[in-house]
């Protein structure tokens, strides 16, 4: 597992998002297109909000674009949320020469968006991934 390292930025974040919100955060990681918060398990209906109005509350807030995830210890569980806007039909967890990797499949039409433009959110994916997992590599089918 990486180590989780706070900024005195993304720090700022989680005391608004959790004092907006009332959800607790486990992780915030600031990429240049969007700020995710991953909140505890059992927080995403009251991170989010009746009809999305704490994502957009916070949103407007900090000006920027922001992405909710729920936490899980389940590996599985925690892909399954990662990707669970793209429809995911099956998760499974291997080992490839030494490397935990997970691949995740999703509906057939929301293949391309759940892998991203270049990639993205499969890095964000991995990246969140080996900050709370052992895995290490992701993948979509």
């Known amino acids: 597992m990486e180590e989780i390292k706070l900024t005195e930025k993304t720090l700022r974040y989680i005391t608004l998002f959790e004092d907006m919100t009332g959800a607790k955060v486990k992780d915030c990681i600031d990429i240049p297109e969007k700020v995710i918060f991953l909140v505890n398990k059992g927080d995403i209906e009251k991170a989010i909000g009746k009809n999305g109005v704490n994502v957009t509350n916070v949103r407007q807030k900090i000006s920027r674009n922001i992405h909710v995830i729920e936490y899980d210890e389940d590996p599985v569980k925690l892909l399954g949320n990662i990707f669970y806007s793209y429809g995911v039909q099956n998760i499974e967890i291997m080992d490839k020469n030494g490397v935990k990797h997970g691949t995740v499949e999703v509906k057939p039409e929301n293949k391309a968006r759940a892998i991203g433009t270049?990639?993205?959110n499969l890095?964000?994916?991995r990246?969140?991934?080996m900050?709370?997992?052992d895995i290490s590599s992701v993948s979509v089918a």
Request: aromatic residues 0%; charged residues 25%; proline residues 0%.
């Open 118 to 120: 270049k990639g993205r």
């Open 131 to 133: 900050r709370h997992s």
């Open 123 to 125: 890095a964000i994916a």
């Open 127 to 129: 990246m969140i991934m």
